[in-house]
């Protein structure tokens, strides 16, 4: 083996003691890779920066078994392959950005009905985006109701624009969990 695959299985083991200084040298080794193989599928910067995100949260969740990955370079595209598919697959398939939801728009032809219903959407997502943890829900709010880029938002809080990523996308699991069912029926209605 080279010095450099004996190097990257020394990071792996750390990385799986929970070592977060091994982990932020393997992201920063395999950040520009990964996002460059994700370009090829999704063309949205913010898209991409997601989905990027959710590969590395995903190897760290993973952390334990990591070690005992062959090809590590062929495992993560191929994570990276199926998280951008997934993630296009879930957009053909309407479900719509938290920016997206119609839960504000009144019309003269809206029934009462239709009235309690966004009534309630904008109160479940108020409470859903309130139970955030402080600096998450800062963040989300600075990029969604501000509509600071991720760089204005590093620069503003002092921070990498790699930390604003990945609080907005643990922001947007947590919140598509809490609010997954209401987002259901709200779309079935």
């Not at 951008?84 to 019309?107: R, V, W």
Request: hydrophobic content about 40%.
């Amino acid at each position: 083996m080279n010095q450099r695959t004996e190097d990257t299985k020394s990071i792996i083991k750390k990385i799986a003691e929970d070592d977060h200084d091994a982990f932020r040298i393997f992201y920063d080794l395999y950040y520009l890779k990964i996002y460059r193989y994700v370009s090829t599928f999704i063309k949205n910067k913010n898209m991409r920066e997601e989905t990027v995100s959710d590969v590395f949260f995903h190897f760290w969740q993973n952390r334990k078994n990591n070690p005992n990955i062959e090809n590590l370079e062929g495992y993560l595209y191929r994570m990276a392959r199926n998280t951008a598919l997934s993630y296009l697959n879930n957009l053909d398939e309407g479900i719509m950005e938290l920016a997206e939801l119609p839960y504000e728009k009144a019309s003269s032809s809206d029934t009462p009905e239709d009235i309690l219903i966004r009534e309630e959407m904008s109160v479940a997502i108020k409470k859903a985006i309130d139970s955030l943890p402080e600096r998450c829900r800062l963040i989300f709010l600075m990029s969604r109701e501000k509509g600071l880029k991720y760089r204005e938002i590093a620069d503003l809080l002092s921070i990498s624009e790699k930390t604003v990523n990945a609080q907005i996308v643990l922001a947007i699991k947590k919140l598509t969990t809490q609010l997954g069912k209401l987002l259901t029926l709200f779309f079935m209605i």
